[in-house]
């Protein structure tokens, strides 16, 4: 498996047409509950926070092989979970990364596990140069007057199609009010 550089949120400043493309948003989505396992940090988008923290919590993921020590995975799809906002994007807030599962029975030592309860989601589709595409999607879900966000918990999956080079797609999830 290829292990790839962490996301470094803090290098980026506007999308290039030549490098991605912008996220498409799509219908509502109903998600069913789901469990996830991984490791996890508090941060702020304040003052370019969250950038040096996620970068960090990206790092810790592939540098300590996290996903190999989760148990009960259902599969390799990467999820970076944001959650317990403390107000909205502009407060303090949970971000994990790590995979789902199919229990919460067996949390590792300095692992956290998390429930995603059923809800409605916004769903973005990134497109293009990983992770710069994600990083274009986030600054189009802050600047969306329409999306009235819920803010329980956003997550994105980085699946297969994620080692695709300039071709990579990650889905977006955006919890929703009804």
Do not use: C
């Amino acid at each position: 498996m290829m292990l790839l550089a962490p996301i470094q949120f803090s290098s980026f400043t506007t999308q290039s047409p030549h490098q991605t493309k912008p996220a498409e948003p799509m219908n509502r989505h109903i998600i069913q509950k789901f469990y996830v396992i991984g490791i996890s940090i508090r941060t702020t988008n304040e003052n370019g926070q969250s950038a040096k923290d996620i970068e960090a919590l990206w790092a810790k993921f592939w540098g300590e092989e996290i996903q190999k020590q989760i148990p009960n995975k259902i599969n390799d799809d990467i999820y970076a979970v944001y959650t317990d906002y403390e107000t909205d994007f502009t407060g303090p807030y949970t971000a994990i990364v790590g995979l789902s599962v199919s229990s919460l029975g067996n949390i590792p030592p300095g692992f956290v596990g998390l429930t995603i309860e059923k809800d409605t989601y916004q769903k973005f589709v990134s497109k293009g140069k990983m992770p710069e595409a994600v990083f274009n999607t986030w600054l189009e879900i802050w600047d969306s007057k329409d999306l009235k966000r819920a803010y329980k918990y956003d997550f994105t999956i980085h699946g297969k199609k994620y080692y695709d080079g300039d071709n990579a797609e990650v889905e977006t999830f955006i919890s929703v009010k009804e």
